[in-house]
Structures are given as structure tokens and as C-alpha cells.
């Protein structure tokens, strides 16, 4: 994998789902992490989740609002919050500062690699539901604190504009 390259793993075994993201997750593998989401919501058995950034250089803002999507997915269905395994420091100062540990547990220590992670496959997005996709997750991210509602405001106006633009 080179470094520019993003990819989601993900294994389920005994209750416990693992979401691994690697290289630079960008909005491309968004339909990937909401297929994801949707998938946890209705997932029989779940005990707990746990998202292992350590081979993220970076997660850009479209794909941590289907992060948040995931936690919200499951909310009230688990004993604890999902845990975010994240050591890059660009990465954790970014979790710090969107709000993500009302959402989720962060930790830094290090995590036994279930035996089957297999790679998921990158489920394609046509343009529109990309820019639904994108306009989702900045909607999410908005929700989680005052700060992300003040820095994805204009963002999020500018793209409600581009849809309904496009809708007419």
C-alpha cells in the first residue's frame, strides 16, 4: 500500500466489530464507511466497536462524519461508547478538536489484530450521491459541538445550494 492510497478493513467476530482505516481515507471510500454504518445499525449481536486508525495518515472531514455516523449507529445499543484506536499525532489533534471523544473512547494503546481482517471492497458513488454523501457527513459533523457548526456552516449552505441547483 503506498501512502497516498486509503483503505477500510473491517472483521467481525464474537460481538466485536473492528474497522480498520489505513493511508489516506478521503471522501472516495465514504459510500464504503455508510455502508458500514448502515450495516452496524442493524447488526444482530453487536457488543462493541472498534475503529483502529494507526495506519491513517489522514482522515479527511467527509469520512469522519461517517466515523461519527458509525457511533451514532450504534448508540444505546452498547455497554460502552465505540473505542478509536488512533497514534498519529495530525490524526488524534483532529479527533481532539471534532469532538470525537463524546462519541467515542480514544485510546493510544495497542490493539491484537483480529485473525481475519479481510479489505472491503470500495462500493462506487456516482456524482450525486457522493455530494449527498459529503453534505451527510458535514450535517453529522455540525451536530457533534458548536465548533464543527461554526467551521462546516459554510460548507454545508454551499452545498444545499449546489443540490438544489441541481434539482431544479
Known sequence: MTTGEGRIKAAYE?????????????????ATLDNEAQRLADMPGLKSVIVDLREATNVDSTALGFLAKVAMAVQGRLTHPPTIVADHPDVR???????????????????????????????PADETGMQQRILEAHRILM?????????????????????SKSTH
Open 14 to 30: 464474537a460481538g466485536v466489530f473492528v474497522l480498520k482505516l489505513c493511508g489516506d481515507v478521503r471522501l472516495t471510500l465514504c
Open 93 to 123: 489533534r483532529m479527533l481532539d478538536v471534532m469532538g470525537f471523544s463524546r462519541y467515542f473512547t480514544l485510546v493510544q494503546a495497542p490493539l491484537v489484530e483480529p485473525d481475519e481482517l479481510a479489505e472491503l471492497p470500495q462500493v
Open 143 to 163: 451536530r457533534m459541538n458548536e465548533h464543527n457548526r461554526e467551521q462546516f456552516q459554510p460548507l454545508v449552505e454551499l452545498l444545499e445550494a449546489q443540490e
